[in-house]
T-cell receptor
């Protein structure tokens, strides 16, 4: 089942502007991760925020997490044409209490287009 | 180069045929995963394996099978029982509960 749902589904901005994408989820999580996917390619991990964190930065990326609202946002500042891609949030939970691996449940993504 | 590879990049299948997608990693990761992605959608988990010789069904395992005879390899077979197999298939691996690293994907088309 799809747990994370991104909003908006598509976003088009001019180079230099900021892009904000939102993600909502339904159940308790261990952490939430954001991934990027260029068309027809694999996923690239961008940033992870743990359930006890509220904000995290990495370069031009800023992620927030509000566990009371079960939502997260990804902000890309000073966007570039090369940022054009699909962005996915994924919530991570352990498969079982004794499992060593986490299950990632992905949303349907936001397609970001940055116009030069 | 360390990484995770998938082959082939493109695969065409006739209806009723089984096909096997390859996934290999040299990252010494214990866990491996197979996902399916349909156009405009996120990834859905097909199967996962936490250690060699062990694997579990994910959310959409029907019509698929896997094996994990070696730590480095986690092949996925799309059987004729999978009614709508045309999709983009992504393999991933991780050290336990760590970040998942994704391969470049295989695009399967049923003719």
């Amino acid at each position: 089942s799809q747990q994370g749902e991104e909003d908006p589904q598509a976003l088009s901005i001019q180079e230099g502007e900021n892009a904000t994408m939102n993600c909502s989820y339904k159940t308790s999580i261990n952490n939430l991760q954001w991934y990027r996917q260029n068309s027809g390619r694999g996923l690239v991990h961008l940033i992870l925020i743990r359930s006890n964190e509220r904000e995290k930065h990495s370069g031009r990326l800023r992620v927030t997490l509000d566990t009371s609202k079960k939502s997260s946002s990804l902000l890309i500042t000073a966007s570039r044409a090369a940022d054009t891609a699909s962005y996915f949030c994924a919530t991570a939970t352990f498969f079982t209490p004794s499992s060593s691996a986490r299950q990632l449940t992905f949303g349907s993504g936001t397609q970001l287009t940055v116009l030069p | 180069d360390g990484g995770i590879t998938q082959s082939p990049k493109y695969l065409f299948r006739k209806e009723g045929q089984n096909v096997t997608l390859s996934c290999e990693q040299n990252l010494n990761h214990d866990a491996m995963y197979w996902y399916r992605q349909d156009p405009g959608q996120g990834l859905r988990l097909i199967y996962y394996s936490q250690i060699v010789n062990d694997f579990q069904k994910g959310d959409i395992a029907e019509g698929y099978s896997v094996s994990r005879e070696k730590k480095e390899s986690f092949p996925l077979t799309v059987t004729s029982a999978q009614k709508n197999p045309t999709a983009f298939y992504l393999c991933a691996s991780s050290i336990g509960s760590g970040d998942q690293f994704f391969g470049p994907g295989t695009r399967l088309t049923v003719l």
